[in-house]
C-alpha cells in the first residue's frame, strides 16, 4: 500500500546469531514453521529462497524441498518480472529496512492470488544486509470485495439519482455525484452530519406514519418527498430507503436513492394549471353560455309566446304569455296537442304543409288564427323551429309567437274598407260610365234631334219667302229674316255646346305640333268664313309644343277668330301672335287692337255662355273662350287674359315643356 | 250599263227634312226618279225584298242612297252595313246625310264603306246646295262600273 519511508528501520538480528535468542529462537522458529496462513520465508540479498513454512507451502503450493534455493521472481507474473519488480521490491526494503506492498502472485500451479507482502531487512551482527525476511498473505478475497467496492461505488458516482447512507443515528455515511448535484452540498461538508438537518425532508404526517411503519415492516420504503437543498432550494424527490441490518437485526444503516422528479413536477404543475385554466375557462364559458340562454330565455318568455312539444305535437312547456293569450292555464295545455286552440279557420292543407316542413327538419313561418278557451280568436305569428337530434330527426319543436291579433283586425278592416272601397269605386265609375253614356247619348240626341228642327225652321222660312214672298210686305220679310238668323245662331250655339262637352269625353292625341303650321291653317280656314283681308297679321316663330294637334287648333280658331271678331270694327286692325319661353314653360299670346273688355268682368270671361258683349255688338255663343280654358287646363297649362276697353285685348296661354296631355276628366 | 228605275233612294224617317232634301233635289231636276222611304227597315225590304217574295222577283236598284242615321227601326249604320256587306249592292254610292257631328258616326260609317259623310247644314241654303251638288256628283258627274 504505501511505503513506511518516514520509519527508521529496526534491525533484527539473525536467528542463531546470539545464544540469548536462540532458545527463543528455536520456538519461534517453530512458531513460524507452523503458521499456516501467512508464508513466512527468508530470502538472500539476492532473493533467493532459504527457509519455507508451512504456510508458504500452502499458499504457493510448493514445498520447501522445491523451493529452497529458487529466487523469489518465480512467485511473479511474467509481466512483473520483465519489470524488474521483484528486484524493486528488495531494494525498497533494503532502502527502508521494511516494504509492504500488494500485488498478483503466482502460484506453482500457475494460478494467481492477490498477495499482501511484507519484506523486512536482515542484517548480521556487524550491519551488513544479510537478506529479507518476507511474509506473504493470500488476500485475493479482500482484494475482490474491495474490487467489487469500487465497482459499485464509481456505479454509485455516475449513478443520475443522489444516493447516499445515514446510520442509526441519523449521521450521513456516503453522498455521490449526484446527491451533490441535486442537493448542492459536497460529500465533505455532509459526510457525518444529520440527515434530516441536512437535506430537511418534508413530507405530511401520513406519509412519513407510512415510511416508518414500512421501513420497520419491510426494510423498504418509496415515495414521492420534497428535500432541501443549499439555499433552501426545495426540491421534490422520488426515494427509494433500504434499511441496512447487522446481523443482530440491529439497524446498521440507511441507503436512499432519491431521484430528482422536479423537472417532472414541473412538467406535472404545468399540466395541472393548464388543466385548471382550461376548467376555469371552459366553467367561466359555460357559466357565461348559461347565463346568455337563461337571458334568452327570459327575453324570449318576455317578448313571446312560447311553447315547446315533443315530435308528435304533445305540449311539454307553455311559458306565461301562452297561458295569458289563450285562456288556459299551464295544467290544461301540458300534455295536449295545438288541437286545443285550432280555430279552424285554416285549410287541412294548410296545416299539413306546416308539419310537413317541420319534420322535415325546417322551419316554419306564419300566420295562425287560433282560438283562445272563451272562444274567442286570436292571430299569431309563429315560427317553429325543430329541434334535431344526432341523427337529423327531430325530437321537439319549439314555437314561438307574437300576438298580431289587433294587426290582423286592422288588416281585415282594411280590407274591408278597401273591399268596399272598390265596390264603391266600381259603383261610381259605372255610374260615371253610366252618365257618360247618357251624356253622349243626350249630346247625340242635341245634335241630331234639336239640328233637325232648326233645319226645318230656316228651310220653311226659306221656302215660305220663295213661295209666298210676293205676298208679304217689308216687315213680313224682316220677321222671316229674324226667323231664320235665330235659327242659324241656334245651330252654332248646339255646335259649340257639343264640341265644349265632347272635348271632356275625348281622348287627346298626343304629338308634337307645329304651332306655326297650325296657326297658318287656322288663318285660312278663318278666311272661308271671315273678310280680314285688311288686318295687319304679325306671327312671330312659335315653339312648338306638345299635345293633341285638333284640340289646339280649336284654341288657336278661338283665340284669333275672336281677335278678328272684336277688331273687326277698327279702322286699321292688328293682330299680334307671340311666344315667349320661360325656363320651364311656352307662353302663346294672341294681341288685338280692338275693343277690349273691362277687368272688372274678368271672372266672367271664361265661363260657359258667359259673353261680355251683346249680340248686337258681336255675334258670339259664350262657349268659345271656356273651351279654350278647357283645352289648356287639360294640357296642364294656363290661361289668362289682359285688357282695357279699347285699347284691346291680350289673350296668353301657357303650356309646360314637359307637358303630356293629363286623362282625368274634368 | 243597267237602266235605272230608279236614281236615288232617300232613306230619311223626318218628313220635314224629307221635303226640305226633295225640294232641293227637284229645284235641280234630280227628283224625278227618287224613292223616299221612312226608315232602315223599309230602305231594306226595298234593297232586298222581303219574305214571301216570288224568287226572281225584280226590284230596282238606286243609282245612289240618301241615308239618315238616327232612324226608327233599323238604323242608317245598320242599313249602310247590309249594303256594303251584300254583293249585289255593295257598289252603290251611299251618302250618309245626317245632323250629327258625332265623330263615332262617321267612323263607324267611313269603316263600313261609306262613299259620304255630309252633316246637314242648319242653314237652308247651305242645304238646299248641299243636297243638289250630291244629287248633281252622284247622278251625273260619277261614272260607276254599271
Known amino acids: 500500500m504505501s511505503d513506511n519511508s518516514n520509519i527508521q528501520p529496526p534491525r533484527h538480528l539473525l536467528p542463531g546469531d546470539d545464544s540469548e535468542y536462540l532458545y527463543a529462537g528455536d520456538i519461534f522458529s517453530i512458531l513460524v514453521e507452523n503458521v499456516k496462513d501467512y508464508a513466512i520465508f527468508i530470502v538472500d540479498v539476492d532473493g533467493n529462497i532459504n527457509t519455507w513454512n508451512k504456510g508458504a507451502e500452502n499458499i504457493k503450493g510448493y514445498s520447501a524441498d522445491e523451493i529452497k534455493g529458487k529466487n523469489i521472481a518465480i512467485f511473479y507474473t511474467q509481466k512483473d518480472v520483465e519489470s524488474g519488480v521483484p528486484q524493486h521490491n528488495l531494494q525498497q526494503a533494503a532502502l527502508h529496512g521494511r516494504y509492504e506492498n500488494e500485488g498478483w502472485r503466482v502460484r506453482k500451479d500457475g494460478s494467481q492470488f492477490w498477495a499482501n507482502v511484507v519484506f523486512t531487512s536482515l542484517y548480521d551482527a556487524g550491519g551488513l544486509l544479510k537478506g529479507y525476511a518476507k511474509i506473504t498473505r493470500d488476500i485475493t478475497d479482500k482484494k475482490l470485495a474491495q474490487d467489487a467496492y469500487k465497482h459499485q461505488a464509481s456505479l454509485l458516482e455516475i449513478s443520475a439519482d443522489a444516493i447516499f447512507s445515514f446510520n442509526a443515528a441519523n449521521r450521513l455515511q456516503s453522498w455521490n455525484k449526484a446527491a451533490e448535484n441535486i442537493y448542492g452540498y459536497t460529500a465533505a461538508e455532509v459526510i457525518h452530519r444529520d440527515v434530516v438537518e441536512t437535506i430537511k425532508p418534508v413530507m405530511d404526517d401520513d406519509t412519513r406514519m407510512q415510511l416508518r411503519q414500512q421501513v420497520n415492516d419491510k426494510g423498504f420504503w418509496s415515495g414521492e418527498v420534497i428535500h432541501t437543498a443549499r439555499y433552501g432550494v426545495q426540491v421534490p424527490v422520488y426515494i427509494s430507503v433500504a434499511v441496512q441490518r447487522n446481523s443482530n437485526g440491529e439497524i446498521e444503516e440507511y441507503v ?22 382550461l376548467e376555469k375557462l371552459t366553467q367561466s364559458k359555460l357559466t357565461a353560455s348559461l347565463k346568455d340562454l337563461a337571458d334568452y330565455k327570459y327575453a324570449l318568455d318576455k317578448s313571446s309566446i312560447v311553447a315547446i312539444t315533443n315530435q308528435k305535437g304533445i305540449i311539454q312547456y307553455v311559458n306565461e304569455n301562452f297561458c295569458h293569450i289563450s285562456g288556459y292555464s299551464r295544467q290544461e295545455l301540458i300534455g295536449k296537442d295545438h288541437r286545443i286552440v285550432n280555430s279552424g279557420y285554416h285549410s287541412k292543407e294548410f296545416i299539413r304543409n306546416l308539419w310537413v316542413t317541420i319534420a322535415g327538419g325546417n322551419v316554419w313561418k306564419g300566420e295562425l288564427k287560433n282560438k283562445a278557451k272563451s272562444g274567442n280568436y286570436y292571430w299569431v305569428d309563429t315560427t317553429i323551429v325543430p329541434f334535431l337530434n344526432d341523427e337529423g330527426k327531430p325530437y321537439q319543436y319549439i314555437a314561438i309567437r307574437a300576438d298580431i291579433t289587433s294587426r290582423k283586425a286592422a288588416e281585415e278592416e282594411l280590407q274591408l274598407l278597401n273591399d268596399q272601397l272598390e265596390q264603391r269605386i266600381i259603383q261610381r265609375t259605372q255610374q260615371l260610365e253610366q252618365s257618360n253614356k247618357e251624356l253622349e247619348a243626350f249630346s247625340y240626341s242635341v245634335s241630331h234631334d234639336l239640328r233637325s228642327p232648326l233645319r226645318s225652321v230656316s228651310g220653311f222660312a226659306k221656302i215660305l219667302e220663295e213661295d209666298y214672298g210676293h205676298l208679304l210686305d217689308d216687315e213680313g220679310h224682316r220677321l222671316l229674316r229674324k226667323i231664320v238668323s235665330n235659327a ?179 | 250599263m243597267k237602266n235605272h228605275a230608279l236614281d236615288i233612294l232617300l232613306v230619311e224617317d223626318n218628313p220635314d227634312d224629307a221635303e226640305l232634301t226633295i225640294r232641293s233635289l227637284r229645284k235641280v231636276n234630280m227628283a224625278n226618279k227618287l224613292v223616299h222611304v221612312k226608315d232602315g227597315a223599309e230602305a231594306l225590304e226595298l234593297l232586298f225584298g222581303k219574305e214571301g217574295d216570288a224568287p226572281g222577283t225584280e226590284r230596282q236598284l238606286p243609282k245612289v242612297i240618301l241615308l239618315d242615321i238616327k232612324m226608327p227601326k233599323v238604323d242608317g249604320i245598320e242599313v249602310l252595313r247590309r249594303i256594303k256587306s251584300a254583293e249585289e249592292t255593295r257598289s252603290i254610292p251611299v251618302v250618309i246625310m245626317t245632323s250629327s257631328k258625332e265623330q263615332q258616326d262617321m267612323i263607324n260609317s267611313y269603316n263600313l264603306g261609306v262613299n259620304s259623310y255630309v252633316v246637314k247644314p242648319v242653314e237652308f241654303n247651305n242645304f238646299a246646295k248641299a243636297v243638289s251638288d250630291l244629287g248633281m256628283y252622284w247622278l251625273l258627274v260619277n261614272e260607276t262600273p254599271y
Not at chain 1, 436512499?256 to 385554466?277: F, G, P, T, V, Y
Not at chain 1, 265644349?500 to 278666311?527: H, P, S, Y
Not at chain 1, 293682330?575 to 320651364?584: M, P, Q, V
Not at chain 1, 279654350?628 to 287639360?634: D, H
Open chain 1, 256 to 277: 436512499c436513492i432519491c431521484r430528482d422528479i422536479s423537472a417532472k413536477k414541473a412538467e406535472e404543475e404545468k399540466l395541472r394549471k393548464m388543466q385548471e385554466e
Open chain 1, 488 to 666: 242659324l245662331n241656334m245651330g252654332r250655339l248646339i255646335d259649340d255646346l257639343l264640341t265644349f262637352t265632347r272635348l271632356g269625353r275625348l281622348e287627346a292625341v298626343q304629338g308634337e305640333i307645329d304651332m306655326n303650321a297650325l296657326v297658318n291653317t287656322c288663318i285660312k280656314e278663318l278666311a272661308q268664313t271671315d273678310d280680314f283681308k285688311h288686318y295687319t297679321i304679325n306671327i312671330d316663330p312659335l315653339p312648338a309644343c306638345h299635345g293633341d294637334v285638333n284640340m289646339f287648333k280649336q284654341v288657336w280658331l278661338n283665340l284669333i277668330g275672336n281677335a278678328i271678331k272684336y277688331s273687326s270694327k277698327q279702322a286699321a286692325p292688328v293682330i299680334a301672335i307671340k311666344a315667349a319661353e320661360t325656363a320651364d314653360a311656352v307662353v302663346y299670346s294672341v294681341q288685338d287692337n280692338g275693343v277690349g273688355f273691362d277687368m272688372e268682368y274678368y271672372g266672367k270671361l271664361f265661363g260657359v255662355f258667359q259673353r261680355l258683349h251683346s249680340a248686337d255688338e258681336f255675334a258670339g255663343t259664350g262657349v268659345g273662350l271656356a273651351l279654350v280654358k278647357l283645352i289648356i287646363t287639360r294640357h296642364g297649362g294656363s290661361v289668362w287674359a289682359q285688357s282695357q276697353p279699347g285699347a284691346g285685348a291680350t289673350f296668353y296661354f301657357s303650356i309646360l315643356k314637359t307637358n303630356r296631355y293629363e286623362k282625368s276628366r274634368t
